[in-house]
């Protein structure tokens, strides 16, 4: 049985590798994959040789990890560990193609098949390991620099492109000797004037989340929480309600919401960890929301408590949907201006005549909006002045005007919702093009 002492684990020398590519064709030719999608890549860093930066060669793939944060956040349990090698492994028959677990793992090692709509990664080459043979890509490295030994739990050294992450890697790396980083002498890519070098060099990789790839997750999330403040006040107010466009809203968006992934008809597989992922609590959360929600629109339950209950896992279902991002690794959203939980109570207190609190919470909005912005340009993200101007002049500071000229006439009302409409839409639009989740040697490399 897996023993966590016994746990194999991938070695690699920085001083040996040559950046030869060899491990990496020998895992494409042994798990036949297509020639640019294998499990393990090598990356070079300082391609240009910049002269005041060290070089060297850092060759990835799935470090297994004993805390691996796929296994624990993948909302279809299609992920889990081999009882005799401790091998992180993907089950394809249960895989929904969902990305998920690409986004909150810090070294990358997920790949998306999209021919088959499922991801896939390194498997330790469990049918070599049961023959008594090495991984592939160890095997047959000619300088030795990959290797395959027993997990140790002494912290990796700090090296450029390798993330620290507390999920205990098995992987050992021997970091650079002395003589082997002249005559760079002891510069890194983390050194803030030296980082411009090798941005201006580095090899463009494309992003795991656009806006491109991830719109439907867009325009599900800003639906939810459009609908959750709407039927809020609707029950807290007896404000005006169509149950039918509700209806048709909701099912719509959770409709949507299944069009990013590979594998459509196992959607319902995301359901299956609740205990542990929060991407698979924001779908529980919202489905409870809707159908008791819709029931008691079409007045199927008579009591409040019902309409209770739905308000109480819709607002559950939009702090879930913010939390799904808040565990990825390379990215701390903090107080981000674009939050669905947010957006749900602006629309309640919109639809719910709450006219301070809006005021209270646009505001409030506009100011962390501001300060994310000077936040960004600080570490070179683009300004998209544009989007900033909807989101400030018509998304905030219109609707407060209107609120204090005269917030209870209807085509005030009518102009304010729909400004409040564009903010949000314009802050979510952005929070994708900011979402980076991109591995650090992708940045350094």
Same mark, same amino acid.
């Given at each position: 049985?897996?023993?966590?002492?016994?746990?194999?684990?991938?070695?690699?020398?920085?001083?040996?590798?040559?950046?030869?590519?060899?491990?990496?064709?020998?895992?494409?030719?042994?798990?036949?994959?297509?020639?640019?999608?294998?499990?393990?890549?090598?990356?070079?860093?300082?391609?240009?040789?910049?002269?005041?930066?060290?070089?060297?060669?850092?060759?990835?793939?799935?470090?297994?990890?004993?805390?691996?944060?796929?296994?624990?956040?993948?909302?279809?349990?299609?992920?889990?560990?081999?009882?005799?090698?401790?091998?992180?492994?993907?089950?394809?028959?249960?895989?929904?193609?969902?990305?998920?677990?690409?986004?909150?793992?810090?070294?990358?090692?997920?790949?998306?098949?999209?021919?088959?709509?499922?991801?896939?990664?390194?498997?330790?080459?469990?049918?070599?390991?049961?023959?008594?043979?090495?991984?592939?890509?160890?095997?047959?490295?000619?300088?030795?620099?990959?290797?395959?030994?027993?997990?140790?739990?002494?912290?990796?050294?700090?090296?450029?492109?390798?993330?620290?992450?507390?999920?205990?890697?098995?992987?050992?790396?021997?970091?650079?000797?002395?003589?082997?980083?002249?005559?760079?002498?002891?510069?890194?890519?983390?050194?803030?004037?030296?980082?411009?070098?090798?941005?201006?060099?580095?090899?463009?990789?494309?992003?795991?989340?656009?806006?491109?790839?991830?719109?439907?997750?867009?325009?599900?999330?800003?639906?939810?929480?459009?609908?959750?403040?709407?039927?809020?006040?609707?029950?807290?107010?007896?404000?005006?309600?169509?149950?039918?466009?509700?209806?048709?809203?909701?099912?719509?968006?959770?409709?949507?919401?299944?069009?990013?992934?590979?594998?459509?008809?196992?959607?319902?597989?995301?359901?299956?960890?609740?205990?542990?992922?929060?991407?698979?609590?924001?779908?529980?959360?919202?489905? /409870? %929301? +809707?159908?008791?929600? #819709?029931?008691?629109?079409? &007045?199927? =339950?008579?009591?409040? $408590?019902?309409?209770? *209950?739905?308000?109480?896992?819709?607002?559950?279902?939009?702090?879930?949907?913010?939390?799904?991002?808040?565990?990825?690794?390379?990215?701390?959203?903090?107080?981000?201006?674009?939050?669905? /939980? %947010? +957006?749900?109570?602006? #629309?309640?207190?919109?639809? &719910?005549? =709450?006219?301070?609190? $809006?005021?209270?919470? *646009?505001?409030?909005?506009?100011?962390?909006?501001?300060?994310?912005?000077?936040?960004?340009?600080?570490?070179?993200?683009?300004?998209?002045?544009?989007?900033?101007?909807?989101?400030?002049?018509?998304?905030?500071?219109?609707? #407060?005007?209107?609120?204090?000229?005269?917030?209870?006439?209807?085509?005030?009302?009518? *102009?304010?919702?729909?400004?409040?409409?564009?903010?949000?839409?314009?802050?979510?639009?952005e929070f994708y093009l900011q979402l980076d989740l991109s591995p650090e040697w992708k940045k350094y490399g």
């Amino acid at each position: 049985m897996y023993n966590e002492l016994k746990k194999p684990a991938f070695q690699f020398d920085l001083n040996r590798c040559t950046g030869c590519q060899a491990c990496a064709v020998a895992c494409t030719l042994e798990n036949e994959l297509d020639l640019l999608h294998s499990w393990r890549t090598v990356y070079t860093f300082n391609e240009a040789h910049e002269p005041n930066l060290p070089q060297f060669h850092l060759s990835m793939a799935c470090n297994h990890c004993l805390d691996a944060p796929c296994l624990k956040y993948c909302p279809a349990l299609a992920i889990s560990r081999d009882s005799v090698s401790g091998a992180v492994l993907i089950d394809g028959g249960k895989c929904i193609g969902c990305k998920y677990c690409s986004w909150v793992c810090p070294y990358d090692a997920p790949k998306f098949n999209r021919t088959a709509g499922i991801m896939e990664k390194c498997t330790f080459c469990q049918p070599r390991l049961a023959e008594g043979l090495k991984p592939a890509c160890v095997g047959i490295c000619p300088t030795d620099a990959l290797q395959f030994g027993a997990y140790t739990e002494n912290r990796n050294p700090e090296i450029p492109g390798f993330p620290d992450r507390p999920v205990r890697p098995a992987i050992s790396i021997i970091a650079l000797r002395g003589n082997n980083r002249l005559p760079q002498m002891d510069c890194t890519p983390f050194d803030p004037q030296l980082t411009p070098f090798l941005s201006n060099h580095s090899r463009k990789f494309e992003p795991k989340i656009t806006l491109s790839s991830e719109w439907t997750l867009l325009l599900f999330s800003l639906i939810a929480a459009f609908s959750v403040g709407w039927f809020a006040a609707f029950v807290v107010f007896s404000s005006a309600f169509d149950v039918r466009v509700f209806a048709v809203l909701c099912f719509a968006g959770m409709g949507i919401s299944t069009l990013h992934l590979g594998k459509k008809l196992r959607a319902w597989r995301a359901l299956l960890s609740w205990k542990h992922s929060w991407l698979s609590r924001e779908i529980l959360f919202f489905g /409870l %929301f +809707t159908i008791p929600a #819709v029931l008691y629109g079409i &007045g199927f =339950l008579q009591n409040t $408590a019902g309409g209770w *209950l739905a308000v109480v896992f819709g607002f559950a279902a939009l702090f879930a949907m913010d939390r799904v991002y808040d565990v990825l690794p390379q990215y701390a959203p903090g107080w981000h201006s674009a939050r669905v /939980l %947010f +957006t749900g109570l602006l #629309v309640f207190s919109l639809l &719910g005549a =709450l006219r301070e609190f $809006a005021v209270v919470l *646009l505001l409030a909005k506009g100011i962390v909006y501001l300060r994310q912005k000077f936040t960004g340009l600080k570490i070179g993200q683009a300004l998209r002045p544009a989007l900033s101007v909807l989101r400030i002049l018509i998304g905030i500071f219109l609707p #407060v005007i209107l609120f204090f000229l005269n917030g209870n006439n209807y085509d005030y009302k009518i *102009l304010i919702l729909c400004g409040v409409v564009i903010g949000e839409v314009t802050d979510r639009i952005e929070f994708y093009l900011q979402l980076d989740l991109s591995p650090e040697w992708k940045k350094y490399g």
